[in-house]
């Protein structure tokens, strides 16, 4: 369930001419800026772009992108920026920036692109490489190819080019069976082989639910037990990721919320990314699941690892006032 | 031989006994005399006229099949048939816009209850990897291609013919990559800098590499490919396969072919009967898509 709360009723046009005042004059009020767009769900904040540029005749997205990013003297300004830009964003074009963002960035962390293609509906997927196309001028998957290589690239460029099928049905004797072909090859360390890769990027998230289930049945513990931690390999780190996202979503992002929190410093990147994207989709299940893990609420530890307007966009976007 | 279907009804229903057993003993080339004492009809004729009827019935429907379920029927037959009818599987998915091909992956998923990737994990051979990158492309239709990355793709391509192992060419992994994931301006690009580079056509390289070939000419000069499929159905032996592609290819490519100019000349020597009463009329009345 989403976290954000949005009113039934709003008036775009206010809301437009809230965030046109909150933009002029002296600095920017980023407080007003949050309070409306941090309260507007995806097809209102889409009217209010629309309205925004009929009566200024300016690119909503251009102004706020202009205005924040100016605030070199707040130690997070851009963090701010960035998290208002992403979240202004329609999800499609939101999911395109942030793998082309990842893309450009040259570490071989996939978190993005693994997240895209293996925890959104196929529908979603698709809409996603629409956007790419209309921002970027290439497909999603030719740039994956071009920014990757090996069996990264196999993998990462099977999965954003996916179209699996969006049915229900299981067929057990083709779980039992697949779920044995993945055992044998993490038995013979042959991640990267043909199998692994067919399987996980062209069945049905119904079917690999099932595969997996099988796996654990054979073999006593689940598969993502059985592929090696935190390994400095960059496939191997993907792979796991992919398995995870495919396997349980949410316990998967509970993990990265837990992650960029945890130790020394935050990471804001990651911590924006899964409140922005799953704050309209199961952020509510996520927290759930972070406060049954950690013993203290979600919000809290955000609330005491961020500070300023960054801490309060992610505070409104969590759920609260 | 053909089947005028309105004459033959009209004579048949007009006829009598008399009449049919002079037409019997007319038709030498229907009818044998048997030893037995009557006109019996020739068993290949029969076939031919069984083959004549399919390819109009295949014709019919595959016309009024929306383009997406066609498209689908075509893939997952094709796959079903074996390796002889891989092409037919590149033709789909390469000489469709991005939009047709993922109509095409939709309606499969409602027709067969799984994605074309899964089904083309039935395919044992080397020809899978690319065939499932193939269908899996949404690729980018808008113009704008850097010249210079599509000059040194040719170059990737080129040294993987020349001087890597040909029978290995499906398994190269850049090379599929590039074929699979490019825009069709970015693939035109590539054919043209290969060829002022290299002094011979990018098809000319794969002469004989079955669907990369087929792969390539399809992105890059679909009309090529095609040129060559309704050749091979208008020769005197064209086997029923080659045939059959010639049905496939007038529906599916109906506006380019009366674009070209193509049809109906060449094809009017063989289409008989009702069959090309059929195609002539459905090209002639533009049903554009």
Same mark, same amino acid.
């Given at each position: 369930?989403a976290? $954000?709360?949005?009113?039934?009723q $709003?008036?775009?046009?206010? &809301?437009?001419?809230a965030l046109r005042?909150a933009c002029?004059?002296?600095g920017?009020d980023?407080?007003a800026?949050?309070? $409306?767009?941090?309260?507007r769900?995806?097809?209102?904040?889409?009217?209010?772009?629309?309205?925004?540029?009929?009566i200024?005749?300016?690119?909503?997205?251009k102004?706020?992108?202009?205005?924040?990013s100016?605030?070199?003297e707040?130690?997070? =300004?851009t963090?701010?920026?960035?998290?208002?830009y992403r979240w202004?964003? @329609?999800?499609?074009?939101?999911?395109a920036?942030?793998a082309?963002?990842? !893309?450009?960035?040259?570490?071989?962390?996939?978190?993005v692109m693994v997240e895209i293609?293996c925890?959104?509906?196929?529908e979603?997927?698709l809409?996603?490489?629409?956007?790419?196309h209309?921002r970027y001028k290439r497909s999603?998957e030719?740039e994956v190819?071009?920014h990757t290589?090996?069996?990264?690239?196999? !993998?990462?460029v099977a999965l954003v080019s996916?179209?699996?099928y969006?049915?229900?049905?299981?067929?057990t004797?083709?779980?039992?069976?697949e779920?044995?072909?993945?055992?044998?090859?993490?038995?013979?360390?042959?991640? =990267?082989n043909e199998?692994?890769i067919r399987i !996980?990027s062209?069945?049905?998230?119904a079917q690999?639910q099932?595969?997996f289930?099988?796996?654990?049945e054979?073999?006593?513990?689940?598969?993502?037990?059985?592929l090696?931690?935190d390994?400095?390999d960059e496939?191997i780190?993907?792979?796991r990721?992919a398995?995870r996202?495919?396997?349980?979503?949410?316990?998967?992002f509970?993990k990265?919320?837990?992650r960029s929190?945890?130790?020394?410093g935050?990471?804001?990147?990651?911590?924006?990314?899964?409140i $922005?994207?799953?704050?309209?989709k &199961?952020?509510?299940?996520?927290k759930e699941?972070?406060?049954k893990?950690n013993?203290?609420?979600l @919000?809290?530890a955000?609330?005491?690892?961020?500070?300023?307007?960054y801490?309060?966009m992610?505070?409104?976007l969590?759920?609260?006032? | 031989?053909?089947?005028d279907?309105k004459?033959?009804i009209?004579?048949l229903?007009?006829s009598?006994?008399? %009449?049919?057993r002079?037409l019997?003993?007319g038709?030498?080339k229907l009818?044998i005399e048997?030893e037995?004492g009557f006109?019996?009809?020739? #068993?290949?004729?029969?076939?031919i006229?069984? %083959?004549?009827?399919?390819?109009?019935?295949?014709?019919?429907?595959l016309?009024l099949l929306h383009p997406?379920?066609r498209?689908?029927?075509l893939?997952?037959k094709a796959?079903?048939?074996?390796?002889? %009818?891989y092409n037919v599987?590149v033709?789909?998915?390469c000489?469709?816009?991005?939009d047709?091909?993922l109509?095409?992956r939709?309606?499969y998923h409602?027709?067969?209850h %799984?994605?074309?990737?899964?089904?083309l994990?039935?395919?044992k051979g080397?020809?899978?990897? +690319? +065939?499932v990158?193939?269908v899996s492309a949404?690729r980018?239709?808008?113009?704008g291609v850097?010249e210079?990355v599509a000059?040194?793709e040719? #170059?990737?391509l080129?040294?993987?013919i020349?001087?890597?192992d040909?029978n290995?060419?499906?398994d190269?992994?850049?090379?599929i990559m590039i074929l699979?994931t490019?825009?069709?301006?970015?693939?035109?690009a590539?054919?043209?800098h290969?060829?002022?580079?290299?002094?011979?056509? +990018?098809? #000319?390289?794969?002469?004989?590499?079955?669907?990369?070939?087929d792969?390539?000419?399809?992105l890059?000069?679909? #009309?090529t490919y095609?040129?060559?499929?309704l050749?091979?159905?208008?020769?005197?032996d064209?086997?029923e396969?080659?045939?059959?592609?010639l049905?496939?290819?007038?529906?599916?490519?109906?506006?380019?072919l009366v674009?070209?100019?193509?049809?109906?000349?060449k094809?009017?020597?063989?289409?008989?009967g009702l069959?090309?009463?059929?195609?002539l009329?459905?090209?002639a009345?533009?049903d554009?898509k």
């Open positions: 369930m976290t $954000v709360s949005a009113p039934k $709003v008036s775009v046009k206010e &809301d437009a001419e005042k002029q004059g002296w920017t980023e407080k800026i949050i309070a $409306v767009l941090g309260h769900n995806a097809a209102q904040r889409r009217q209010i772009r629309h309205v925004y540029e009929e200024y005749q300016e690119d909503l997205i102004r706020l992108e202009s205005e924040l100016g605030h070199f707040v130690t997070n =300004g963090i701010i920026a960035k998290a208002v202004i964003l @329609d999800p499609p074009d939101r999911d920036v942030l082309n963002v990842e !893309l450009k960035k040259s570490g071989n962390k996939h978190h293609s925890t959104k509906n196929p979603e997927l809409a996603i490489r629409r956007a790419y209309a999603l030719e190819a071009y290589k090996g069996d990264t690239r196999r !993998l990462l996916a179209f699996r969006y049915g229900e049905e299981i067929n004797t083709l779980a039992k069976s779920a044995k072909k993945l055992h044998e090859a993490i038995k013979d360390k042959k991640f =990267g199998d692994v !996980l062209t069945r049905s998230i690999l099932a595969t289930n099988c796996y654990r054979q073999e006593g513990t689940s598969i993502t037990k059985n090696p931690k390994s400095s496939y780190a993907t792979l990721m398995v996202c495919l396997k349980d979503p949410k316990k998967y509970e990265v919320l837990r929190i945890e130790g020394i935050t990471d804001e990147d990651a911590l924006t990314r899964v $922005v994207t799953r704050a309209e &199961d952020l509510k299940e996520i699941l972070y406060h893990r013993n203290v609420p @919000d809290k955000v609330d005491k690892e961020t500070s300023g307007d801490k309060d992610l505070l409104t969590l759920g609260n006032e | 031989i053909g089947v279907e004459s033959l009209s004579i229903t007009n009598n006994e008399e %009449h049919k002079s019997r003993k038709s030498s009818f048997d037995n006109e019996r009809w020739d #068993q290949s004729s029969i076939k006229l069984k %083959h004549q009827f399919n390819r109009f019935r295949d014709a019919v429907v016309s997406w379920e498209d689908a029927r893939i997952e796959i079903r048939k074996g390796p002889k %009818h599987i033709e789909t998915a000489t469709r816009s991005s047709q091909l109509g095409a939709k309606a409602s027709l067969f %799984h994605s074309i990737e899964e089904h994990t039935h395919i080397r020809e899978r990897k +690319l +065939l990158a193939l949404y980018y239709e808008g113009t850097n210079d000059k040194s040719a #170059q990737i080129y040294e993987a020349n001087n890597g040909k290995k060419l499906l190269h992994e850049d090379a699979a490019r825009s069709k301006q970015h693939l035109q590539l054919y043209r290969y060829n002022q580079s290299y002094d011979k056509t +990018l098809a #000319q390289d794969l002469e004989g590499e079955g669907i990369l070939k792969t390539v000419e399809c890059c000069t679909p #009309q095609f040129t060559r499929v050749e091979a159905a208008v020769k005197e064209a086997d396969e080659s045939k059959r592609a049905t496939r290819v007038i529906v599916t490519q109906k506006e380019q674009k070209e100019g193509f049809v109906p000349n094809i009017q020597d063989i289409l008989l069959n090309k009463d059929f195609m009329a459905s090209i009345s533009g554009i």
